[in-house]
């Protein structure tokens, strides 16, 4: 379950989640002839997005820390163009075997991987927890878009989507280093999008709700469960499934939406509306 309904129960959704989403469609040959990178392909946001991707035609260097879950993700799709990585995106090593199994060519980057951090509060937050969870989820994916900008501005085309998080939108969705982190990876999205925007290549950011997947989100902290806990349990929307967010993600990467760049799309089931 997602950072806005604690793995703990401390939180917790406000209604079941969908037995199946409209969003599990796809559309034939939409990145046909494509090459696409996705990072946190094992579980989850990134395992949907690579999948839908791969269905629509890209070839889907599929990016994971976790070598178990890119082996399963292959076995059960051994008919789409896979290629799996099996890296830690914050790794200068793990940057150049995903630039080297693109072999050249990268017309759509999904920064997908990301990690919660506990719901520790700015005067509880160790540094452990604040320096791994701004390398994960701002500074990997800076590294990503710059390993594969330049091929995009030389070909002219090119999009990137960073997830980001509810936790762009406000200060009451998490702990001080994923609320910092998603908010920096939507300033780094929009710095992508201006500089950028007159070579082709576009760059926007998905800020999911509650999602259904298996990220590690305890509350940690006695103070967020009193303070943040309660905001949540008032606006929480239903947890979407992984294929509605791969829906709004491979939308942004389409051509579809060649006008829209530098936009933040909520995918949240109207939660930033409250
Ligand atoms: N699930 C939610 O409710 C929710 C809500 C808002 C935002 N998000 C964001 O969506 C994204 C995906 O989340 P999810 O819920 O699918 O999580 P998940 O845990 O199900 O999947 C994330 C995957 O990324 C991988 N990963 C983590 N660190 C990595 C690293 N250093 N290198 C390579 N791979 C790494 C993990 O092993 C995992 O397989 C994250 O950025 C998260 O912050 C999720």
Same mark, same amino acid.
């Given at each position: 379950m997602g950072e806005d309904a604690s793995a703990t129960g401390a939180v917790g959704p406000p209604e079941a989640q969908p037995a199946a989403s409209p969003a599990a469609g796809w559309t034939p040959g939409r990145f046909e002839g494509r090459t696409a990178v996705v990072t946190g392909a094992g579980s989850g946001i990134g395992r949907a997005t690579a999948v839908r991707l791969a269905r629509e035609g890209a070839r889907v260097v599929a990016v994971e820390l976790l070598a178990d879950r890119l082996d399963a993700l292959v076995a059960e799709h051994g008919d789409l163009d896979l290629v799996p990585v099996a890296a830690d995106v914050t790794t200068t090593e793990g940057v150049d075997a995903v630039v080297a199994a693109a072999a050249g060519r990268v017309d759509a980057l999904a920064n997908v991987a990301g990690i919660m951090d506990g719901f520790l509060p700015p005067a509880e937050?160790?540094?452990a927890t604040w320096d791994r969870v701004l390398a994960v989820n701002l500074t990997a994916p800076m590294r990503l878009c710059r390993a594969v900008l330049p091929g995009m501005v030389g070909a002219g085309a090119g999009a990137v989507v960073n997830v980001a998080s509810e936790a762009a939108l406000r200060g009451s969705a998490a702990g001080a280093a994923y609320t910092a982190s998603k908010h920096g990876l939507v300033g780094l999205t929009k710095n992508i999008a201006v500089m950028h925007?007159?070579?082709?290549?576009?760059?926007?950011?998905?800020?999911?709700?509650?999602?259904?997947?298996?990220?590690?989100?305890?509350?940690?902290?006695?103070?967020?469960?009193?303070?943040?806990?309660?905001?949540?349990? &008032?606006?929480?929307?239903?947890?979407?499934?992984?294929?509605?967010?791969?829906?709004?993600?491979?939308?942004?990467?389409?051509?579809?939406? &060649?006008?829209?760049?530098?936009?933040?799309?909520?995918?949240?089931?109207?939660w930033s509306a409250v």
């Open positions: 937050v160790d540094d925007r007159a070579q082709g290549v576009r760059a926007n950011a998905v800020a999911p709700g509650p999602v259904a997947t298996g990220i590690d989100a305890p509350m940690r902290s006695a103070q967020a469960a009193g303070v943040v806990g309660p905001l949540l349990q &008032a606006v929480l929307t239903a947890p979407a499934q992984a294929e509605d967010l791969a829906a709004s993600i491979c939308w942004l990467l389409s051509d579809d939406a &060649a006008n829209v760049n530098g936009v933040v799309l909520a995918s949240d089931g109207g």
